[in-house]
């Protein structure tokens, strides 16, 4: 064979391997998206019945799912579950948060962060600030505009000695042995969600609908489920005159709301009235001093209408705009 044939097979010879080669690339490729897509599926039908939608937080995504998983051991193992909890309670307890079991009565099961805490009954148990959590989270259970009976207040971290803000949200499971116990987990500095205000905002609102005046006396209580960290839940009139301040626990300084200008000159207040003539509720972005360097930040005003007695009020909060990484 000559030269020039062996340099023609030499070459179909070494275009053939590259052909392999590349095919077998291309399938290990596919297979492992094939998996991947399987895998990714798999996840997605798992939470199929979970609406995350609502958050803009990661962190909050994962404690939401965390209690949910417990929730479902819990609801088709029953108490026997408890003995796997217990045995994997690094599994259940994590640098950011950790689970816990309690009957409704305020019973702890099981708590893998604070295994003293089991058998204890919390339901006279009080915050630094004198908060009631435990009829809270019996509360919110119950809260159609809480879907995931989130519970807001101070406690500390297992083997630390200070309080840390802390958001927790709940399942409640009827299990196979006929009991009703609730599922938690909270973590501490949450990022302040939007979702958060809307649920105690629409709350206050359908409180004063229901109750009438005596409502706001509920809704100004510092250790209501309306004021929680820097978030309080204020109501004022049309005209602009407070029923609830944001600030203080008074109303002696008559401020008028829909006058009162952001850092770079806004409105906000009046800018989410004219918005509410189309609207059952808005978010109003505004700018206000940051609380260490001063510097400029965003803000959020969450705000709906409400009918106390026969008059329009407006009910409100405002918390942290949501900033990346999400």
Partial sequence: MGEQALQSVRSHRKSDNRSRRRRFVIGVVLALLMILVAVLSGCQSRYEALDLSMYQYRDTKNLVKFVYDASRILSEEGLTSLAYFRDNRARFETPDYYLYIYD????????AGMEEMEGKNV???????????????????????????????????PGRFYPVPKSSCHFKVATPDGEELIVGGGINFPHEEKEFIRIVVDDAAELIERVGPDALVDIADPVSEYNYRDVRVFVF????????????????????????????GQKPFAQALEELESADSVWEMFMAKGPYQRRLIRKCLYIREATLVDEQVYVAAITDLPEPPY
């Fill in 237 to 264: 009139r049309q005209d602009g005159e407070m029923l609830i301040s944001p600030a203080i626990n008074s109303t002696f300084s008559q401020t008028n709301l829909l006058e009162c200008v952001d850092e770079v």
């Fill in 123 to 157: 339901w006279d148990v009080t915050d630094k600030n004198g908060k009631r959590i435990f009829p809270l989270i019996v509360e919110a259970l119950e809260d159609a505009n809480n879907p995931h009976a989130w519970v807001h207040y101070s406690w500390w971290e």
């Fill in 104 to 111: 409704t009565t305020g019973t702890n099961f099981y708590h």
